[in-house]
């Protein structure tokens, strides 16, 4: 929204709580979306928190108060608050069917999206699963079965992609290298930069960068985070590659056809036994 709004001539103030852009993602994605949302003209404050909003005439006035401590006054026309979405069960009345829900209001259920009255389903975000459109079709369809056919099935989350559509795109799947080291797997990471994908150049557009996370020794694909131009279409070869269990060297192996930006995922595996600023055209 904020590039959006940018592009049509708006002066653009984002404030995030957290301590950087996308703060779920991997830091080097983070780093390059701040600097295109700066090169576009939108002011970024980060670690910033929200004090007060009032009034005055036709504007709104924000006061902030900054990663430094101090407090600063935003003035706008409009303000728009991103606060994220939750379940809403209030008024269901499902205590006196005897469906617990969570902290959050979100309905409890088993892995099978069973609740706690055996004879009541639910699916989607009411769930508080990952709030993505293709998790909530595939609990609509594993419910249906569940319920209906008693198929008892379940669904694994291990490489769940998700996106971002800023522009360039912010797309990932499986671990970042923190949640890696939080397990206590050691891990091995490589990034490429998009300078070393023709396609980018091509493109003329090289801004973002592909992170492969690795299990270190094996060389399992424990994660792959992008940020570029059609991230989004990038991450779904990646899902593939962390679904069936393959590793660096595998990758790395794999065929990728020249001059598309997919060809990324080759080369950054490439990257952990070679000198990819070295390589010629393509991936060979």
């Not at 598309?260 to 393509?282: F, H, R």
Request: aromatic residues 4%; contains cysteine; negative net charge.
């Amino acid at each position: 929204m904020a590039q959006l709004f940018a592009r049509l001539g708006t002066t653009v103030t984002v404030v995030e709580a957290l301590d950087r852009l996308a703060p779920f993602e991997e830091p080097e994605v983070s780093a390059v979306i701040e600097e295109v949302f700066t090169g576009e003209g939108i002011t970024v404050h980060t670690a910033a928190a929200l004090t007060a909003v009032r009034a005055r005439d036709r504007e709104r006035v924000a006061t902030v108060r900054t990663r430094a401590g101090r407090e600063v006054d935003l003035h706008a026309e409009r303000l728009l608050i991103a606060t994220g979405r939750r379940p809403v069960t209030t008024g269901l009345n499902l205590d006196r069917v005897g469906v617990k829900t969570g902290q959050h209001g979100e309905i409890v259920v088993d892995e099978h999206l069973r609740t706690s009255n055996e004879r009541i389903w639910a699916a989607g975000d009411v769930t508080g699963h990952p709030q993505f459109v293709y998790v909530a079709a595939a609990h609509g369809t594993l419910a249906a079965d569940n319920a209906l056919d008693g198929a008892e099935r379940t669904l694994d989350y291990t490489a769940l992609p998700r996106v971002t559509f800023t522009s360039p795109a912010i797309a990932a799947v499986g671990l970042t290298d923190a949640q890696v080291v939080e397990t206590g797997i050691a891990c091995d990471c490589r990034t490429l930069p998009l300078e070393h994908v023709t396609r980018a150049l091509v493109n003329r557009d090289a801004r973002g960068l592909v992170k492969i996370v690795a299990e270190a020794g094996t060389g399992r694909l424990l994660g792959i985070h992008v940020i570029a131009d059609g991230a989004g279409d990038m991450i779904t070869a990646a899902t593939y590659a962390l679904a069936a269990g393959l590793t660096v060297d595998q990758l790395a192996r794999t065929w990728a056809p020249y001059l598309t930006m997919a060809e990324a995922l080759k080369l950054a595996a490439q990257a952990y036994t070679l000198d990819v600023a070295k390589l010629s055209c393509c991936a060979g």
